[in-house]
């Protein structure tokens, strides 16, 4: 426990435990450093802290949708990027079909986050059927390409200058969340062999964000074996078990499903709300003071914010306070929980600031920062 400049006090009329037995006709607001695990205030408003009627400057909770986005590329370094800074690089990429030459990343480890269609990828280490819903962990260096069966769109998130690792589990156990012997890997079969030949396959390798081609005049994805401990990964969000308790709302920390130095990924599972009376049912609102928020909406009804579907990302940078939506706030509050969140997100907290790129800013939904309001919500 590192030695923060703090320690529990009680001021006013508070509840003791957080995120449960709010004081009549309040609303709460954590607030937190080092993405809640530092020190945290939970505080009790009288009135929900997103109540802005106006706001002026860069600063702001930003929507972009990704699915209106419909040009597709033949290779991953084509798509756009959506968001990025030194330690993480967010692409969405539609392929156009199947991949004519291999590329390699040069420059961190890809995760590759399955948002449409079907694919058979092809890599150093083998075969690996994908679908959506997989996330695909690519280590640095490794050569790949994909052959899609189907309309195929992913998010690829890279740990620039990092690994992606999992997360520690500890209270709830290594075999929480998933199982790593849940975790499949390549394998050289026979679809493996039957794509190696003395074609030419030319490979693109990014590597300080500028591109190099090397030309072999046989499939370099030519192994016949391998042993060892690094390797591509793959895991699907149906395979995540999600931590919840039916009487505290659990912060998005206990969703972490990889991590790099600078970033972690978590994944939104469909889960059952809370049901203790006590409870809340939903996010608090937060102010989540060290981090920038990238959430990815992938399917299903994101239950604590209106207008949103698949495919839409929401962007929340440190500085502000955010939290539900009016009418999921209201309905929260009505609500006896128990019922299931039926949702799937990718969310990417980072602790250095996003900046916007433009396969983001081209489809930017400009009214996100109003959606908090009553009247303009019933509007749209
Ligand atoms: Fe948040």
Not at 91 to 101: E, I, K, V
Not at 144 to 151: D, I, L, S, T
Not at 332 to 360: C, H, N, P, Y
């Given at each position: 426990m590192k030695n923060w400049v703090t320690f529990p006090r009680v001021e006013g009329n508070s509840s003791r435990q957080a995120h449960a037995k709010l004081p009549e006709g309040t609303y709460e607001r954590e607030l937190g450093k080092e993405g809640f695990f530092g020190?945290?205030?939970?505080?009790?408003?009288?009135?929900?802290?997103?109540?802005?009627?106006?706001w002026e400057g860069?600063?702001?909770?930003?929507?972009?949708?990704?699915?209106?986005?419909?040009?597709?590329?033949?290779?991953?370094w084509d798509a756009g990027k959506v968001v990025s800074n030194g330690h993480v690089q967010v692409?969405?990429?539609?392929?156009?079909?199947?991949?004519?030459?291999l590329v390699r990343n040069g420059d961190g480890d890809e995760l590759m986050f399955v948002h449409e269609g079907e694919a058979d990828l092809y890599c150093d280490f083998g075969h690996l059927a994908i679908r959506d819903g997989d996330y695909v962990m690519i280590p640095r260096g490794t050569m790949?390409?994909?052959?899609?069966?189907?309309?195929f769109s992913a998010l690829l998130i890279e740990a620039s200058n990092n690994s992606f690792r999992l997360p520690e589990?500890?209270?709830?156990?290594?075999?929480?969340?998933?199982?790593?012997?849940?975790?499949?890997?390549?394998?050289?079969?026979?679809?493996?062999?039957?794509?190696?030949?003395?074609?030419?396959?030319?490979?693109?390798?990014?590597?300080?964000?500028?591109?190099?081609?090397v030309t072999y005049p046989f499939n370099p994805l030519d192994a016949v074996g391998w042993h060892g401990d690094l390797t591509v990964v793959r895991i699907n969000w149906r395979d995540i078990r999600p931590l919840m308790s039916h009487r505290f709302h659990l912060p998005p920390s206990a969703h972490t499903t990889f991590m790099a130095n600078r970033f972690v990924v978590c994944t939104f599972v469909p889960r059952p709300a809370e049901s203790d009376p006590d409870a809340l049912k939903l996010p608090f609102f937060h102010s989540n003071d060290d981090y920038d928020e990238f959430l990815f909406y992938h399917r299903g009804k994101f239950f604590s914010r209106d207008n949103i579907h698949p495919g839409m990302v929401t962007l929340h940078p440190c500085g502000f306070t955010h939290g539900p939506h009016p009418k999921a706030l209201a309905m929260?509050?009505?609500?006896?929980?128990?019922?299931?969140?039926?949702?799937?997100?990718?969310?990417?907290?980072?602790?250095?600031?996003?900046?916007?790129?433009?396969?983001?800013?081209a489809h930017e939904w400009t009214g996100y920062v109003d959606s908090w309001q009553p009247k303009k919500e019933a509007a749209e």
């Open positions: 020190p945290a205030t939970q505080m009790h408003h009288s009135h929900p802290p997103t109540g802005w009627i106006k860069p600063l702001k909770p930003r929507a972009f949708d990704l699915a209106a986005d419909k040009r597709a590329q033949s290779s991953p692409r969405f990429w539609r392929a156009d079909g199947a991949m004519d030459h790949w390409r994909v052959e899609p069966k189907a309309a589990k500890g209270l709830v156990g290594r075999h929480a969340i998933f199982d790593p012997a849940m975790l499949d890997v390549p394998r050289i079969d026979d679809a493996f062999r039957a794509q190696q030949g003395e074609k030419t396959w030319r490979v693109v390798i990014k590597r300080r964000g500028a591109f190099s081609t929260a509050m009505k609500s006896a929980g128990g019922q299931m969140l039926d949702e799937v997100a990718v969310m990417i907290d980072t602790r250095d600031a996003l900046d916007v790129d433009d396969a983001a800013a």
